[in-house]
């Protein structure tokens, strides 16, 4: 019977797609196997980015090249865009260029309705393109169309079509691509906010003695170094800890998913998110990096809620806005999807471009969610806005790859945080943390590709678990002798009013269960009549992502026993914990100084001298946690100064991702690991741990992992 089709195919045309019929002589053992896995880029169909989810596929239409063959015969290429198998008589049809490379034809489709005309591969200029072609789904009943309904379809002819010369813009004097999508000037197309009830229900709401529900969303601790001072004595640099935890996200179970064994993130009880990906595609993204960027973007598409709203700009040497602010509805996961899966490494990179289109669309929406962010991916250095300084040139000015829209401007402090990634050992890693510090984000060092989608989910678990906005604390002295001396609150900015008095420190957001820890200093005078001196106290104002009211929360006065005769002070291990913390960051601060002039040994003596101190302290001899992961981490310094190779590498990059960690108090993905230290694993939330968990888990079932992934950097650290 196979015979007959063929005939009929051949007597219809050379460039159809015709659906064979299985029959028993075409059967065999390795066509009747459907327990093949799908590879890790196969995540991003939109037939089967849910986990154990499977449909039924039919075949596509075809053009140029068709392959068809027996479904027992055993050849089998790889598609270059989903990098999945292309197994002839599987089902699928496919798509042979004019330069002999092969592809499903439902992903080359997708790849040239986004407006890319060249062959992914070996970027080949093509004369003729496959359009989308009339559905051949058999109809009910029936085991497939006959050649009869064939020949009376008119729009079989159209599935090559031969592209018309490229037109020419005489004004901007370049070529100008005919299936590019037109971006219009104001980006004010963005999906409109779905309004769900908000509940009054909330984790951290709970009811008291007479029924009624309060809630308290930070709590407020607070630890002076020495619980007491003698009358007779001084201070002028007392140093108490202010210590705030967020409360704890709602989490719910959603059995529509199959990874129903973890809890989803709730929709109703969190506050929806506005999330923009500016993705770097220039021409060094090409092969593995690009595809395993594809897998990492379905993993964000695929875990944001219906209240969601994803945009992605990608960007090589100009960029462009793929789709406006949708909601990541079914409908909305599956067009972003197919607009990621269209993209193809080729250009330069321009990250100002990109970011200036990033905070363009948050800039121009015109319904907000309570929640925004940038999430910035690249592998390269800007040679467009920002040249590269010399050694006897003054450093660049990282500023001008942000817009007002993201910084805005120095007076106003940030508006969009921008997490930025660096991948691999050639991307710019001081400009990439700049635009993180300036924005008031967070830097990573992406060092190893099995680590985008783990980095990718450990951002994403923490702004999709945002309980507290635009907090700021302030702290003031309850005696009328006391002054403050200084606040350590790493980046977050803060400022003393002129009367020495009062304080003030700008958090911003707070994800569930994070912490923050400032030490606060005073100045503590000798006593003459008190048993106690009250030295400051604190108080907390903030907004609920959610009702969008403002709230305060104040903690008592913080006081501390005055005896007459001085006994043993007993140091707070909480105070001297945070003390080692500042202390490290700064050492890393000041070795990050001594490379980059050249002098790595001083780096290294800067670091080895900061971990002879630490091991000194009354925290470091009882085995803490983080004291213990501190020393870890100088000590990776240290190995990733061995040379001025290795630190340009990755030891750079390392610091830089380490110092944005400690000033931001927040978790970066390090190096080759997210999870991999205990020093990491000190900011993670349980929220970011949830997300791992579900990014690892859907890794560990892609059986191509090991083949795809490898370290981005040729250099091997030493040991």
């Not at 009811?207 to 020495?226: A, D, L, Q």
């Not at 509805?329 to 993209?343: E, F, H, K, M, Y």
């Not at 104040?554 to 909480?574: D, F, H, N, T």
Request: glycine residues 8%.
């Amino acid at each position: 019977m196979g015979s007959k089709w063929r005939k009929a195919k051949l007597a219809l045309g050379l460039n159809l797609c015709v659906y064979l019929p299985k029959t028993l002589e075409d059967s065999s053992p390795s066509s009747l196997d459907s327990a093949e896995r799908l590879s890790d880029a196969a995540l991003l169909s939109p037939a089967n980015w849910a986990m154990g989810s499977s449909r039924p596929t039919t075949p596509t239409p075809s053009s140029h090249g068709l392959k068809l063959s027996r479904s027992g015969s055993k050849s089998s290429k790889t598609c270059s865009i989903c990098l999945t198998k292309m197994k002839q008589g599987g089902g699928h049809a496919l798509f042979t260029a004019e330069c002999s490379h092969s592809f499903h034809f439902h992903c080359i489709t997708s790849n040239v309705k986004h407006g890319n005309q060249i062959c992914p591969v070996c970027r080949a200029k093509w004369k003729e393109i496959p359009v989308q072609g009339p559905n051949l789904d058999p109809p009910p009943g029936r085991a497939a169309i006959g050649p009869v309904g064939w020949s009376q379809n008119d729009a079989l002819v159209t599935m090559v079509r031969r592209l018309p010369p490229p037109r020419r813009d005489l004004s901007r004097r370049h070529i100008v691509p005919l299936y590019q999508a037109h971006e219009p000037g104001v980006f004010n197309d963005d999906e409109s906010l779905d309004h769900q009830p908000v509940f009054d229900e909330r984790s951290s709401c709970n009811k008291n003695g007479t029924g009624e529900n309060f809630c308290r969303t930070i709590e407020i601790k607070t630890f002076p170094e020495v619980s007491a001072v003698p009358k007779s004595s001084s201070s002028d640099n007392f140093t108490v800890l202010v210590h705030l935890k967020a409360a704890t996200s709602v989490t719910r179970q959603n059995p529509s998913r199959n990874q129903s064994s973890l809890p989803q993130f709730s929709q109703t009880h969190r506050a929806p998110v506005d999330l923009v990906t500016v993705l770097d595609i220039s021409g060094s993204m090409a092969g593995t990096k690009l595809a395993l960027l594809k897998r990492a973007m379905g993993f964000v598409i695929q875990n944001l809620g219906s209240n969601d709203r994803l945009s992605v700009i990608a960007f090589s040497s100009t960029a462009r806005r793929l789709f406006p602010l949708r909601r990541m509805t079914d409908t909305g996961r599956q067009q972003a999807l197919q607009a990621v899966n269209s993209l193809v490494a080729n250009g330069g990179t321009n990250i100002a471009e990109g970011l200036r289109k990033g905070g363009k669309v948050l800039e121009d929406r015109r319904g907000k969610n309570p929640v925004a962010s940038i999430i910035l991916l690249s592998d390269g250095q800007d040679t467009y806005t920002v040249s590269v300084s010399g050694a006897n040139q003054p450093q660049p000015n990282y500023q001008l790859l942000l817009p007002l829209s993201i910084h805005g401007g120095d007076n106003t402090g940030f508006q969009i945080p921008v997490h930025a990634f660096g991948f691999g050992a050639d991307h710019d890693a001081s400009s990439m943390h700049s635009i993180s510090e300036i924005s008031g984000g967070t830097f990573s060092f992406i060092e190893t590709e099995a680590v985008i989608q783990d980095a990718f989910a450990q951002c994403i678990g923490g702004l999709l678990s945002v309980v507290v906005q635009e907090l700021q604390v302030a702290v003031e002295c309850v005696n009328t002798s006391l002054f403050l001396g200084s606040l350590k609150a790493g980046s977050y900015p803060s400022r003393v009013m002129a009367d020495g008095r009062r304080g003030f420190i700008d958090v911003g957001d707070m994800y569930a269960d994070e912490e923050r820890d400032f030490l606060v200093s005073v100045n503590v005078p000798a006593e003459s009549s008190s048993n106690l001196t009250s030295l400051i106290k604190v108080r907390c104002i903030y907004k609920d992502p959610l009702t969008k009211e403002m709230a305060t929360i104040e903690s008592g006065e913080v006081k501390i026993e005055r005896p007459e005769v001085a006994g043993q002070a007993l140091v707070s291990i909480e105070v001297d914990r945070q003390r080692n913390r500042l202390q490290a960051a700064e050492a890393m601060a000041q070795a990050r100084a001594a490379a980059e002039l050249g002098d790595l040994a001083g780096a290294v003596s800067t670091l080895e001298n900061c971990r002879r101190v630490l091991s000194d302290t009354v925290s470091a001899k009882s085995n803490d946690r983080l004291c213990v992961a501190l020393d870890a981490e100088l000590k990776e310094m240290q190995e990733r100064m061995a040379s001025r190779h290795v630190y340009e590498a990755s030891g750079r990059a390392y610091i830089l991702s380490g110092l944005s960690s400690h000033s931001w108090q927040r978790a970066t993905a390090r190096g080759d690991s997210t999870d991999g230290s205990s020093l990491v694993q000190a900011y993670q939330t349980p929220s970011m741990v949830e997300m791992l968990t579900r990014s690892q888990a859907m890794l560990l079932g892609s059986p191509s992992a090991q083949r795809l992934v490898r370290p981005l950097c040729s250099q091997p650290k030493p040991r």
